[in-house]
């Protein structure tokens, strides 16, 4: 028999960097689950991503135990990689921030294609430079 689903919760952390402290601890205590548990967990599965932001999509069961998938990380996170800056701009209309290469668009939209819906890579490729163009991230 399956057992019942009590939650699903969705959290970014950087990568091998889970620790019981906020967000986690406040995310994941309400539901009576292993804090320090879920935190080896992550950091052991994440420990080849350091540097980047990963989304874990946590499913909590009734007997308060968890399973967890990873997903890729954000577009915007892989963009402000990529052009080297630390946030996007506060007003992308006015501002430009920084710049990213066709290739490197192209690059992000390959490594983001199975969290995507789509499975063209043009799509993919015009998805990633709405992103960019909507964090004041000229592509050229």
């Known amino acids: ?31 009576g689950v292993n804090i320090a548990d879920f935190c080896k967990q992550f950091n052991d599965a994440t420990k080849d991503m350091i540097g980047d932001v990963v989304p874990a999509e946590i499913t ?3 007997d308060r135990s ?30 430009k921030v920084g710049k990213v290469s066709k290739a490197q668009v192209k690059e992000i939209a390959e ?11 043009e799509a993919a ?4 430079e709405g992103t960019a163009r909507s964090m004041g991230i000229t592509v050229e």
């Open 111 to 121: 490594r983001k294609m199975i969290d995507l819906n789509t499975e063209d890579i």
């Open 125 to 128: 490729m015009r998805i990633v």
């Open 66 to 95: 968890f399973t967890f998938k990873l997903k890729t990380p954000p577009v915007s996170a892989l963009l402000k990689q990529m052009a080297k800056v630390d946030k996007g701009a506060a007003n992308p209309l006015k501002a």
């Open 1 to 31: 028999m399956a057992k019942e689903i009590k939650t699903v919760l969705k959290i970014q952390l950087n990568a091998g960097k889970a620790n019981p402290a906020p967000p986690v601890g406040t995310a994941l205590g309400p539901h």
């Open 60 to 62: 909590i069961y009734a």
